[in-house]
């Protein structure tokens, strides 16, 4: 009878540690984030340099969209280069490194925690203000 005990008292702590390891928002837990509250993420495939990549979805009427194009409209006025896309995607050559996972892991959780998700050189956050966008695009331009 103790063997029971003891094997259900196992699979308890596996799924427990499952459950830690899978809910939403794991891969942030412990990350930085920048003065402006952005996230370092591996960036996806095809997103400008030293732009701003707002994601969001195309032609809706949510609340979400016009945030989004509000974002876009703000930054394009003040200069800084803006790309408009709904969804990402991710390419490697041999395979990601275990850092790039991670980069991958915690894109996705940045892009699902709801629109708009805005990434800026190597750095990711949902839903920022514009005065956020601006600070960390200033921050993170490279060769500007």
Do not use: H, K
Request: with cysteine.
């Amino acid at each position: 009878m103790r063997i029971v005990l003891w094997l259900a008292i196992a699979a308890s702590l596996y799924g427990g540690w499952q459950w830690w390891q899978d809910r939403p928002g794991a891969a942030l837990a412990g990350i930085a984030p920048s003065p402006n509250g952005f996230v370092p993420v591996e960036m996806p495939s095809g997103a400008p340099r030293n732009a701003v990549l707002v994601l969001a979805p195309p032609n809706c009427p949510s609340e979400q969209a016009r945030r989004a194009e509000s974002l876009v409209a703000a930054l394009t006025s003040q200069g800084i280069p803006v790309r408009r896309a709904s969804g990402i995607d991710y390419s490697f050559n041999d395979g990601p490194t275990a850092e790039q996972r991670r980069g991958v892991d915690r894109a996705i959780d940045v892009f699902n925690q709801g629109a708009p998700a805005v990434f800026i050189n190597g750095m990711a956050m949902s839903n920022p203000s514009v005065d956020q966008a601006v600070a960390e695009y200033r921050r993170t331009r490279r060769g500007g």
